[in-house]
DNA sequence: ACCGGAGCCTGTTAGC
DNA sequence: TGCTAACAGGCTCCGG
């Protein structure tokens, strides 16, 4: 579900609402969630714990407690995070229910759950000390200083796969996906079906910004909301509005006024100008 | 090293 | 209306 943007907005929003609260303990209603340790350990490891720091790398949530370790989040497609008041002393459990696309519940000292609930069951938590354990094998943070045009320029050089498929890929370049990925390189009037390997420093240049300023506008919009996404506040992101080619196949392109086509690469569907991106 | 495809899951929508 | 196939913001594993 949630590229770079979404996962920023979350952490943003989880900082304020979670900081400094204790996990009084936790419930596992599908292990599978809970990638390491396992789900008994997991639940003995963050009783008692609170929440101290709050970070980001690619599409993971990184939340440091109180002990050495840190707890990630990785929401992949339908993941989520709802923060809920439980019910006054006396009340129902009924005010409160667990329906069945909640895997993992944390009851927290302030009478209030943290729930992560995910549809299709893709994401997944950690818990580390280490958290290269997870996030090690990543490539760059697009947003850094450190990202220039020459690091992408090596991460295309030579490659054979098509220019969106090599976006995608989390351990050549952190937190694109599939919305980010097409609306970066319509941006740079690029045609995602391109290798790689093809493209001139001068497309590249033009990558490299498109990418930086379409995360950044992501992130001043509190992300893109298609179908049911929502940061934990509840508050919708704003970015599906600016969208350019994402899920516009058909309609015409603001620019040309070409019909954006669509196709599949790297098995995800692919939406760009024949016209602006050749 | 690199690349493409199957698999993981459930729900919604498009098409016959 | 009812059924089926395609599709959905992601990633890992495996074979060539």
Redesign the pocket.
């Known amino acids: 579900?949630?590229?770079l943007p979404?996962v920023e907005t979350y952490v943003r929003a989880l900082k304020p609402l979670l900081k400094g609260k204790t996990i009084l303990s936790a419930e596992v209603h599908w292990p599978?969630t809970i990638a390491a340790p396992d789900a008994d350990r997991f639940t003995d490891l963050v009783r008692g714990r609170s929440f101290s720091s709050f970070g980001r790398r690619?599409?993971y949530m990184l939340l440091g407690l109180d002990s050495a370790e840190t707890l990630i989040v990785?929401l992949?497609?339908t993941g989520e995070l709802r923060l809920l008041p439980l019910p006054a002393p006396g009340a129902s459990a009924a005010d409160a229910p667990v329906d069945?696309h909640t895997h993992v519940l944390f009851n927290l000292d302030t009478r209030e759950q943290l729930r992560y609930r995910d549809?299709?069951?893709?994401g997944r938590i950690w818990l580390v000390e280490n958290t290269s354990e997870v996030v090690g094998k990543l490539g760059p943070e697009p947003l850094d200083d450190a990202f220039v045009p020459q690091t992408l320029a090596q991460t295309l050089a030579g490659?054979?796969?098509?220019v969106k498929?090599l976006l995608?890929n989390?351990s050549l370049l952190a937190g694109v996906?599939?919305?980010y990925a097409d609306e970066s390189l319509f941006r740079a009037r690029i045609d995602p079906r391109r290798a790689?390997g093809s493209l001139a420093l001068e497309e590249i240049e033009r990558l490299h910004l498109a990418l930086r300023d379409v995360l950044l506008e992501g992130i001043e919009a509190q992300?893109?909301?298609?179908?049911?996404?929502a940061p934990p506040t509840g508050a919708k992101g704003g970015f599906q509005d600016k969208f350019q080619v994402f899920?516009r196949s058909g309609e015409p392109c603001f620019t040309c006024g070409t019909s954006i086509s669509r196709t599949v690469l790297?098995?995800?569907?692919t939406h760009f100008c024949p016209a602006c991106q050749s």
Do not use: D
């Open positions: 579900m949630p590229e979404e599978r690619g599409k990785h992949r497609m069945k549809t299709r069951k893709f490659r054979k796969a098509n498929a995608l989390q996906g599939n919305i790689g992300g893109s909301s298609v179908q049911n996404y899920r790297a098995q995800r569907s």
